[in-house]
T-cell receptor, first 117, second 117 residues
Framework: AQKITQTQPGMFVQEKEAVTLDCTYDTSDPSYGLFWYKQPSSGEMIFLIYQGSYDQQNATEGRYSLNFQKARKSANLVISASQLGDSAMYFCAMRGFLSGGYNKLIFGAGTRLAVHP | GAVVSQHPSWVICKSGTSVKIECRSLDFQATTMFWYRQFPKQSLMLMATSNEGSKATYEQGVEKDKFLINHASLTLSTLTVTSAHPEDSSFYIC?????????????FGPGTRLTVL
């Protein structure tokens, strides 16, 4: 079975500083994908970044980077130079490619990030 | 591109009535659509997966006779909550994907907030 664990229910960071949101996962699939989504108070799910299990390099998208440690089964999101608009819920998610229902996304419990001025 | 809309964005109904929520992919054809439910301060839980022209696949514990899903075309899926009760009050989010085994992003709709009185 696949599982995503986010152990930080809430985090806060000072504006302009970097913050790391933790995510660990468990899967028996040899091939899988890891996603991070941002959900502001409006409710929409905003895709941030993707990491494939066979990608050699850590994914980066602007101020977002994914610290992928495959042996430790962790995929932490790093947000650099935090902005007030980064305050939101952040979800880590995983999709398996080879198991039945390969197109399903499994979400973690989420981490609420508050950016302070 | 890759815009998904939901209608309505919010709905209030009386207990015992049925509510239909539409999910549309506006600028692409979605081979697969997903329906999620999110209770306050919780994560997204997948309810069902639907492919155009075939019956939806429901997750364990989701009543298929209560949550009717119709995927009539490559751009439209509907979720009908039949005989709604207060415990069905939740945030319902759909997503759509183009399909394929490779990196296959799901594009999320803005969500529908259902309140059953």
């Amino acid at each position: 079975a696949q599982k995503i664990t986010q152990t930080q229910p809430g985090m806060f960071v000072q504006e302009k500083e970097a913050v790391t949101l933790d995510c660990t996962y468990d899967t028996s699939d040899p091939s899988y994908g890891l996603f991070w989504y941002k959900q502001p108070s409006s409710g929409e799910m905003i895709f941030l970044i993707y990491q494939g299990s066979y990608d050699q390099q850590n994914a980066t998208e602007g101020r977002y980077s994914l610290n992928f440690q495959k042996a430790r089964k962790s995929a932490n999101l790093v947000i650099s130079a935090s902005q007030l608009g980064d305050s939101a819920m952040y979800f880590c998610a995983m999709r398996g490619f080879l198991s039945g229902g390969y197109n399903k996304l499994i979400f973690g419990a989420g981490t609420r990030l508050a950016v302070h001025p | 591109g890759a815009v998904v809309s939901q209608h309505p964005s919010w709905v209030i109904c009386k207990s015992g009535t049925s509510v239909k929520i539409e999910c549309r992919s506006l600028d692409f054809q979605a081979t697969t659509m997903f329906w999620y439910r999110q209770f306050p301060k919780q994560s997204l839980m997948l309810m069902a997966t639907s492919n155009e022209g075939s019956k939806a696949t429901y997750e364990q514990g989701v009543e298929k006779d209560k949550f009717l899903i119709n995927h009539a075309s490559l751009t439209l899926s509907t979720l009908t909550v039949t005989s709604a009760h207060p415990e069905d009050s939740s945030f319902y989010i759909c997503s759509a994907s183009i399909g394929g085994v490779a990196y296959n992003e799901q594009f999320f709709g803005p969500g529908t907030r259902l309140t059953v009185l």
